[in-house]
C-alpha cells in the first residue's frame, strides 16, 4: 500500500470530514486534502514532504480543522512501515482569488514501502 493511502486511511480514523487525495468535483464544506510534494529514497527508507490541506467554510473552522489534523498526525508514528513524522510548518493558506477558507501543514514523513 502507498504510504499516501496509509496517511488517508489514518487521518480517515481521527476526523470527522472526509479525506481526499485530490479536490473533488463537488467538494464537501470542509475537507482535508493530502498531497505528497517532494521525496527522497536513501538505503531503502523513504522520506516524503506531504502538505495536508484542511478547507473550510470560515477561517476559524478550517483552522479548527487544521488543529485537529496536527493533533492527529502525532502518532502517525504508530501505522507500521512510518519511523517519523515531523511537523515542518503550519500556514495558513486562503486562497484570496477564490476565498477558499485553507490551512497547511507540511510534514516529513520517514517510511518504507510495502
Known amino acids: 500500500m502507498i504510504v499516501e493511502k496509509k496517511i488517508q486511511d489514518f487521518l480517515k480514523a481521527r476526523i470527522s470530514v472526509p479525506i481526499y487525495m485530490e479536490k473533488p468535483p463537488n467538494p464537501p464544506k470542509s475537507y482535508v486534502i493530502i ?3 517532494g521525496g527522497a529514497e536513501s538505503n531503502w527508507i523513504s522520506q516524503g514532504t506531504f502538505a495536508i490541506k ?8 478550517a483552522a479548527t480543522l487544521d488543529h485537529d ?32 477558507y485553507r490551512y497547511q501543514s507540511t510534514y516529513l514523513i520517514n517510511y518504507m514501502e510495502d
Open 35 to 37: 498531497e505528497r510534494v
Open 54 to 61: 484542511s478547507i473550510g467554510p470560515t477561517l476559524y473552522k
Open 69 to 100: 489534523v496536527v493533533t492527529a498526525m502525532h502518532d502517525l508514528t504508530t501505522i507500521d512501515n512510518i519511523s517519523g513524522c515531523v511537523l515542518n510548518a503550519d500556514t495558513n493558506f486562503t486562497d484570496i482569488t477564490t476565498k477558499e
